[in-house]
């Protein structure tokens, strides 16, 4: 779990999946990179980032006594793929993170209300996750929705991790689901609008963003 809450384990497989479809792939899965930065860009920043400003809800460690954090040390990338095949309790002791040994990190929340950053609504890792995975079942209806498995486990790891209250988690989930078929209905219109118009010879090939040419 705390492997799906870390977006740094994931960094450069993720950089290196992305540099692979825009160079060998064809006009549908560049359309797909685009729509996807572009709706992440808005789900993290825009959505995500606005709401936890204006609701500013505490996250369950910085409210409640007791809640497990778990979290992966950052400071050793060649190590962090070790952390699967390791035992947390067997690296941490009971109250505080273990020393700079490249393991997982467990810890117990002694919260603090009045110095409470009030991040924890809405969750960002299933807000973008969701809406990733919507964007690929839209683009790949044959295997894109199987990244609803993925984003699922990241969304049940806020809540695992101690980083997210449930409701959190769960709302986030119809928000990004909302948001991003919006949002793709968005881009298919704007291509069907201008596509004939800044890009001829391209929509002839492909009058949609995701139907096969």
Request: with cysteine; aromatic share 10%.
């Amino acid at each position: 779990m705390a492997v799906m809450s870390s977006i740094n384990f994931w960094a450069v497989p993720l950089i290196l999946l992305v540099i692979a479809i825009a160079v060998r792939g064809g006009f549908r899965a560049r359309a797909m990179l685009v729509a996807l930065a572009v709706t992440v860009l808005i789900s993290d920043s825009g959505v995500g980032n606005g709401l936890k400003h204006l609701i500013r809800r505490p996250r369950p460690n910085e409210v409640v006594a007791g809640v497990r954090i778990v979290s992966l040390n950052l400071h050793h990338p060649l190590t962090r793929l070790l952390a699967l095949f390791k035992n947390p309790q067997d690296q941490v002791g009971a109250s505080k993170p273990a020393a700079d040994d490249g393991w997982i990190h467990i810890e117990w929340s002694r919260p603090d209300p009045e110095h409470a950053l009030g991040r924890s609504f809405p969750s960002d890792h299933t807000l973008n996750n969701f809406c990733a995975a919507m964007v690929l079942a839209c683009f790949y209806r044959r295997f894109g929705w199987l990244y609803f498995i993925p984003a699922s486990l990241v969304a049940y790891s806020r809540i695992y991790t101690g980083s997210h209250w449930p409701s959190d988690v769960a709302i986030s989930i119809v928000m990004a689901l909302g948001m991003s078929l919006l949002l793709l209905a968005l881009y298919e219109w704007l291509w069907r609008k201008f596509g004939p118009r800044l890009m001829s010879h391209v929509f002839e090939h492909h009058p949609s963003l995701w139907e096969a040419a």
